[in-house]
């Protein structure tokens, strides 16, 4: 026979769980560019004694009374001055022992920008690019957030028109594949590359030619106006 | 010119942010099942005043001494007596007010469960299986949860053959199609469904019939075997 269900009032539950509610809240960036033929990501200097030396991700506690959601975006702002970039959740991690503060849980969130529209703010903490390929550690379990995102961001360049963000406004299909070849980390064929991506009909024929330039120009197209994803504020409705 | 970093320690850290450290973590969990060709999803009744004769979402906090990712299959265990489904992890929400015991965050998670293959553990919290289609409205903001996860479901099943965890071994594709129209609640062309569901290679050909069916009988398949995720335990490692 089934029991009568006892009910409880959410203070109670509280009271009886005090040292439940011990935790902090972060959230971590992986901010992913494109530059030199290559994948970047934006890292920082560690301000921990026991990180010193140490490079990291951006990112901040959440505060009292700020949304989880709001937060990476404030620290993208205060960090970068950027404000027109889309940011996605991605992962939540919560490993007992991955903060030497105490039990800090963070929810990782990756962008993609266009690194000559961007100005950094570098001020005291060393904010700059590096490329993936060259990371070998990480401060905290930085290096796990920054390997979950850029699975992520594989997972979702050829389902979904992502990767436009990593580039300007024009660009050739040789340009388009070499962000691609960065991105996944191999070499692909051309010819079978632009066959996967002309069935995705994301691309428009801009009618121009790339110029000055020592090989063939080739021809320069756009991103559809419907995939196109500017600003974070935008998004966050 | 660029200011030289000043370190702290990460005790110093948590002693100037200590109101942060004020927030719980909980799990929640959207366990969906596939029976009488609907999609269903498993509920308790809310064991909370606040919440009185409404269902929510199976869940728990995250205990102080416990991983983020061990919870879901802690409560999964507890409550259902499950401890072979696959859980992934999907959204972490983060909304300042929505718990009234406090600033509690949930990782949300889902899991798909051949029904006829377990047996709940009903106890007191009137545990039982309800169509998706049918809920309305449920307590805390587990509605916009099971909504995601639904979201999460509909966006992968034609890209991982995960719909299949839903269903016993042995299935006709007459039966595959009504799974995935329970899913996408939507009605599927016959020959479309199937075209796309071979190009996937995921089945494989028993070399059996249908038997004691009303209707024409049809080919049996099968799940091919490297596409099987049977265990959370394999799979959590």
């Keep these: 026979m089934t029991k009568s269900l006892q009910l409880k009032t959410a203070e109670l539950e509280k009271i009886s769980h005090l040292d439940y509610f011990n935790i902090a809240l972060s959230v971590d960036l992986v901010i992913f560019g494109y530059e030199n033929k ?3 990501v934006l890292l920082i200097k560690s301000d921990l004694e026991e990180f010193s ?3 990291s991700l951006l990112g901040d506690l959440v505060r009292p ?3 989880l959601d709001s937060a990476p975006y404030r620290v993208l702002l205060s960090r970068t001055g950027m404000d027109d970039v889309f940011l996605e959740q991605v992962h939540t991690f919560g490993s007992i022992a991955r903060h030497p503060s105490g039990r800090v849980i963070t929810t990782a969130y990756y962008a993609l920008i266009d690194i000559r529209h961007h ?6 903490n060393e904010l700059h ?4 390929n060259d990371i070998k550690k990480l401060a905290f379990d930085h290096k796990l957030i920054l390997n979950t995102c850029l699975e992520q961001l594989r997972s979702q360049i050829m389902e979904k028109p992502v990767a436009f963000n990593l580039m300007q406004d024009k660009f050739s299909l040789r340009e388009l594949q070499e962000v691609y070849e960065a991105i996944l980390d191999i070499k692909l064929d051309r010819r079978n590359f632009r066959k996967k ?6 691309l428009q024929d801009l009618n121009e030619m790339e110029s000055n330039l020592s090989h063939r120009p080739g021809k320069l197209y756009g991103l ?3 995939f196109k994803r500017k600003s974070s ?3 966050a409705i």
């Design 38 to 40: 290559e994948l970047k």
């Design 53 to 55: 030396g140490m490079y």
């Design 65 to 67: 009374d700020e949304d």
């Design 119 to 124: 100005q950094l703010q570098v001020d005291t």
């Design 129 to 132: 690019w590096h490329a993936v």
């Design 197 to 202: 991506i002309a069935v995705k009909d994301w």
């Design 224 to 226: 559809k106006k419907q």
């Design 233 to 235: 504020k935008e998004l």
